[in-house]
């Protein structure tokens, strides 16, 4: 997903610019997470019931696994990669490097109960939804 553009320079500096109407819905909510000094910093485990997200790596490595109705894999992004998270998807974030940095463009504002949080109760959603 190219969402975020980066301008990189022969130093190795880069400016990240967001092309928002390439977003695949209106954004409401934005939030970051960083994994500062630590290495392997397992974020997420969890899913949504109507929330979509496009994740984006501004810096480090960031290795998103996640399931849904019809697929289970795992996504590497380094920086300037974006994700399509949609909802009812679970996943689990890991920064893999210190200073792994993502960006979070949300499709609704925060609100508690639109978190699946207890993966057997995920699990018996999509199956549901495959009946």
């Known amino acids: 997903m190219a969402i975020l553009k980066t301008h990189e320079r022969e130093d190795g500096s880069y400016l990240g610019v967001f092309d928002l109407h390439e977003v695949p819905f209106p954004v409401k909510r934005i939030f970051f997470v ?33 399931e849904n109705k019809s697929s289970k894999d795992t996504v590497v992004l380094y920086a300037g990669e974006s ?34 949080r207890d993966y057997k109760i995920f699990k018996g959603l999509i199956n549901k939804k495959l009946d």
């Open 83 to 116: 994700f399509l998270h949609e909802n009812l998807e679970w996943a689990v974030l890991n920064f893999i490097e210190k200073d792994s940095l993502m960006l979070s463009l949300c499709s609704h504002e925060y609100d508690e109960e639109e978190y699946i």
């Open 34 to 66: 960083s994994s500062a000094q630590n290495e392997n910093c397992a974020r997420g485990s969890h899913a949504h019931h109507k929330c979509r997200q496009v994740l984006s790596c501004l810096s480090g490595k960031i290795e998103i696994q996640y």
